[in-house]
Structure formats: structure tokens, C-alpha cells
Nanobody, 126 residues
Framework: QVQLVESGGGLVQAGGSLRLSCVLF????????TGWFRQAPGKEREFVAA????????NTADFAKDRFIISKENAKNTLYLQMNSLKPEDTAVYYC???????????????????WGQGTQVTVSS
């Protein structure tokens, strides 16, 4: 059974950094397209960043470009999201997601993912 477990969230001051981790269980990370999404209170879930199976292709939302970096270590079955220069508007629950059925592509729509983690809270104080 495929499961995703996120960690690394927390409370940080504006301008600070956090690194989120997501471990994939039940499949090898190299066989999954993976991504990060976030959802703030009262808002819809939005795309943050995604990476293809081999790790050579990525896509990052405009608001995260130059601040957030998605990466993966297939040997550790772990997906990362390095978040720098955090802003109060980055406050949200962050979710990792995986698609284990598709081709080796980068997926940006939530509906394209087949498995989701429980989420980790990120709170940025001003």
C-alpha cells in the first residue's frame, strides 16, 4: 500500500527557512511522479512544485520561484521542499503527493495525483 508521510513543518519567522521531507512507503520513489501542494485556511489547495520520476525535470509555481526548491533522493525514498525567504502568506498546510501510474512527466494539477500525505503545518510569523 502506498503511503506518504511528511515532516519538517513548524513555526518560523518571516525571512527564515524550513525544509520539508516526505517519505514514500510501498513503492520506490524512482517509480513515482511527486509534488508539493499547499492549502491555507479558507483557500483552495494550490500547486507549489513538482518533480518527475528521474528527478531531472521540475516545475515550480511562480510565487515559489527563487525561494523554494524541490528535490528528491531516490535511494532514501524521500522528497524534499527547501523553503527560503519565507513570508507570512506562505502559511498553510503543505502536502506531498505521488502519482505511481503515469509516465515520467511533471504533473501540476492536484487531480493528476493518486496518493496524498496527511500534511504538515507551516506557520510564518511577521
Amino acid at each position: 500500500q502506498v503511503q506518504l508521510v511528511e515532516s519538517g513543518g513548524g513555526l518560523v519567522q518571516a525571512g527564515g527557512s524550513l525544509r520539508l521531507s516526505c517519505v514514500l512507503f510501498g513503492r520506490t520513489l524512482g517509480s513515482a511522479v511527486t509534488g508539493w501542494f499547499r492549502q491555507a485556511p479558507g483557500k483552495e489547495r494550490e500547486f507549489v512544485a513538482a518533480i518527475n520520476k528521474r528527478g531531472g525535470g521540475t516545475n515550480t509555481a511562480d510565487f515559489a520561484k527563487d525561494r523554494f526548491i524541490i528535490s528528491k533522493e531516490n535511494a532514501k525514498n524521500t522528497l524534499y521542499l527547501q523553503m527560503n525567504s519565507l513570508k507570512p502568506e506562505d502559511t498553510a498546510v503543505y502536502y506531498c503527493a505521488a502519482n505511481v501510474d503515469d509516465y515520467d512527466v511533471v504533473l501540476v494539477r492536484a487531480s493528476e495525483y493518486t496518493h496524498w500525505g496527511q500534511g504538515t503545518q507551516v506557520t510564518v510569523s511577521s
